[in-house]
Each structure stands twice: as structure tokens, then as C-alpha cells.
């Protein structure tokens, strides 16, 4: 999707007065003005479109606007072996499927509001966290804690939660109420931003100052 293989990396636009490759002015992403043309489909100003391209971040961030439906999926969980706390084939999950057939939304509350009870993972009986929003962070406690020498609380690093969401399965996803052809809770978590064309503003207009400067 991205035109830019490799991301953006450069601050500075100009190179020896041409638009830098890999900066927010990458002359891949389209044409710059009525005189250049698009370094990926050739069009003008007028015929291209203009194409994304993306930053990778040095560390990755929460969606923000995600993150309380992160700490619900981190709930259902296990910290540990990523696998629903309560068995999928329990009568409690499969008369909430049923239930909440094509409502999936709803079923997430429900699982939700069912597996925060639950302490202790079915399959390798570990102890799991109470999860909290500190900021744009996400706090993992412990009241209860298996090895004497184990941190009671500890701040969950983003690198963590997204290996604890990727290791969830499609069967467990669909009873939080994802479809993993269409949305991955690992998806949540930020690790590449997408850089809009050029014809998109404010882009047009910085370089149009920088012209300015220079003429
Ligand atoms: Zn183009
Ligand atoms: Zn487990």
C-alpha cells in the first residue's frame, strides 16, 4: 500500500532543491506542483491522485481510541498462554454465542463481564492480572502472585501486550466478538503510520512556504 518501501525517515524535504526521497515531500507520492510529475504513476498534478506512504515507529503506541477495548480483550485472556480464560466449549460461552448471534459488540461485553471473574487460567492454572488505563499506558496487577520472587504489578510493555493479542486464536477471536478476516486485536497496537498523498494538505501548502523561502 505504502509507495515508500522502506518508510520515511528524513525531517528535511529538500534535497539540493529537490524533493528528498523518504521525507513527507517524497516525490513518490505524487506530483508537486504544475511543472513535475508523480515518481510512481507518471501523472501531473491534475491526472495523479496521489499515493500513501508510511512512517515506521521506533516504538509502538496504543490506538488510543482503542485501548479500553484492549484492556476488555486482555481480561478475556491469559497473560501467559493467550487462550480464552474459560473454555469456548463451556455451556456459559456457548449459550452467549448463541445468544448474541450477529451482535458482536454485545458479545464482547458479555464474555468480558463473565471471564473478569475469573483468576486463574484453565489450562496452565497461572494467576492473571487485573488490568488498568494509566494514561495512555496499561497497568497489569497481581493480588495474588505464583512465585514469591514475581513483580506485583508492573507496567505492560507494548511490545508485551501485542505478543500476549497475536497468539490469541481465530476460534477465540470470534467469541470476543472479532472477525479475524476484518479486524486483529494485534491491530490495535501501532506500529506503522500511514502518510496521506501529497495533494492532501497541509503537505501542498508547507512545500509551497518552503518555495516561497526560497524564491
Ligand atoms: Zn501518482
Ligand atoms: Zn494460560
New binding site residues.
Given amino acids: 500500500m505504502s509507495v515508500v518501501e522502506d518508510g520515511i525517515i528524513f525531517p528535511d524535504i529538500m534535497d539540493d532543491n529537490k524533493p528528498k526521497h523518504r521525507s513527507l515531500l517524497d516525490p513518490r507520492q505524487g506530483a508537486i506542483d504544475r511543472n513535475s510529475r508523480c515518481q510512481t504513476c507518471s501523472g501531473n498534478i491534475v491526472d495523479c491522485p496521489g499515493h500513501f506512504a508510511h512512517i515506521n515507529l521506533a516504538k509502538p503506541v496504543y490506538h488510543i481510541g482503542f485501548i479500553t477495548n484492549t484492556i476488555k480483550i486482555l481480561t478475556c485472556v491469559?497473560f501467559?498462554?493467550s487462550?480464552l480464560l474459560m473454555s469456548p466449549q463451556s455451556p456459559e460461552i456457548s449459550t452467549i454465542v448463541k445468544k448474541t448471534k450477529n451482535q458482536p459488540k454485545k458479545r464482547l461485553v458479555q464474555i468480558y463481564n463473565l471471564c473478569k471473574k475469573l483468576k486463574i487460567?484453565e489450562?496452565?492454572q497461572?494467576t492473571q492480572p487485573i488490568f488498568r488505563q494509566s494514561g495512555i499506558l496499561i497497568l497489569a496487577e497481581w493480588k495474588k502472585v505464583d512465585k514469591p520472587k514475581q513483580e506485583k504489578k508492573i507496567m505492560l510493555t507494548l511490545e508485551r501486550a501485542w505478543e500476549i493479542l497475536k497468539e490469541i486464536t481465530n476460534t477465540d477471536l470470534f467469541i470476543l466478538g472479532m472477525d479475524p478476516k476484518y479486524a486483529r486485536p494485534d491491530w490495535m497496537i501501532i506500529t506503522v503510520l500511514p502518510v496521506p498523498p501529497l495533494s492532501v494538505p497541509p503537505s501542498v501548502g508547507i512545500y509551497g512556504s518552503v518555495k516561497n523561502h526560497d524564491g
Fill in positions: 491469559c501467559y498462554c487462550k487460567c489450562i496452565d497461572r
